[in-house]
C-alpha cells in the first residue's frame, strides 16, 4: 500500500535577529499509510504544529521532501497546494477555529461551499449531495439537534466535535489533528477523542495527531515523540524512518 504521507528528512530552520538560525526539525522522515494512527508527543514549542503544518503543506521545509498522495510538493504554487490539501488532508486545531456567526451545519460546509463542491463520499465511500454527507457526521458526532445553532453557542466541546466533522466532510485519506483536545475539559477530553479514533477508523483514514497528553498519545497504534528536533520512537533515541 502507498503512503498517504511522506516525509523524507525534513528540516526547517528559521532565521534569528542575530543572524544564526534556530532548527526546530532536523533531519525528520515519516510514513503513514490508509487506517494507520501515529501520534507525535513532545513538549509545547518543540515543533509538532510546524511538523503538521509541514505535512499539510501549509508550510514549506527549509530541506527535504515532503509528498501527499504520492505527489511531491517541492516547487508546487500555493494554489495546487491548497488544491492537494482540500483533496487528501483535513484538519483539526486546538482553537477550533469555528466561524461565530455561522450555523453548526454552515461551519461544517464551509470547506465544500469554498471549493465549489456539491457532493463527498459517505462513510461506504459513495458520493452524496455535500448537505447530507454533513448531516450525517454531525449525527456522528451527536450534534443533529444543534445544527441551527450559532458557533458562538456551543460548548468547548461542542465546537471541536464541529471542527472534527468539518475536518471529515470531503472523505480525507489523511486527518492531521494538532492538540484536539488542549482547551477542553476532562468529559470534553475523553468525548472528543472516542470520536476522533472511532471515525477515523470507520472511514478507513489516517491520523497523525500531535499532542502533549500521555493518555491521548497513547491511544495511537504507533507512539513518537518529537525532542530536539529528532522525531523517535517514544522513549527510544533513534530517529523514525520512512518504511
Not at 458526532?141 to 453557542?153: M, N, P, W, Y
Request: glycine share 12%.
Amino acid at each position: 500500500m502507498n503512503p498517504v504521507l511522506e516525509l523524507e528528512r525534513i528540516v526547517r530552520r528559521y532565521p534569528q535577529a542575530d543572524g544564526s538560525e534556530l532548527t526546530v526539525l532536523d533531519s525528520v522522515s515519516l510514513g503513514i499509510g490508509a487506517g494507520e494512527t501515529v501520534s507525535v508527543a513532545g513538549r509545547s514549542g518543540s515543533g509538532k504544529s510546524t511538523l503538521l503544518h509541514i505535512a499539510a503543506g501549509i508550510e514549506t521545509p527549509s530541506r527535504g521532501t515532503v509528498r501527499l498522495g504520492g505527489q511531491d510538493l517541492a516547487g508546487l504554487p500555493d494554489s495546487e497546494r491548497s488544491r492537494l490539501r482540500g483533496r487528501f488532508v483535513g484538519l483539526v486545531f486546538q482553537f477550533f477555529h469555528l466561524v461565530p456567526y455561522l450555523t453548526v451545519r454552515e461551519n461544517v460546509l464551509l470547506p465544500a461551499r469554498i471549493a465549489g463542491i456539491r457532493e463527498a463520499p459517505d462513510i461506504e465511500g459513495v458520493p452524496r449531495d455535500v448537505g447530507l454527507v454533513a448531516d450525517g457526521l454531525l449525527a456522528a458526532v451527536g450534534l443533529e439537534r444543534r445544527t441551527g445553532e450559532t458557533a458562538r453557542r456551543l460548548s468547548g466541546g461542542e465546537m471541536q466535535r464541529t471542527a472534527l466533522a468539518r475536518a471529515l466532510l470531503l472523505g480525507p485519506a489523511l486527518l492531521l489533528a494538532d492538540e484536539p483536545t488542549g482547551n477542553l475539559d476532562a468529559r470534553g477530553t475523553q468525548a472528543v477523542a472516542d470520536l476522533l479514533f472511532r471515525l477515523v477508523r470507520e472511514r478507513g483514514a489516517a491520523l497523525v495527531l500531535a499532542t502533549h497528553d500521555p493518555e491521548l498519545a497513547a491511544r495511537a497504534a504507533t507512539r513518537l515523540r518529537l525532542r530536539g528536533g529528532r522525531l523517535s520512537a517514544d522513549g527510544a533515541a533513534e530517529p523514525a524512518r520512512v518504511p
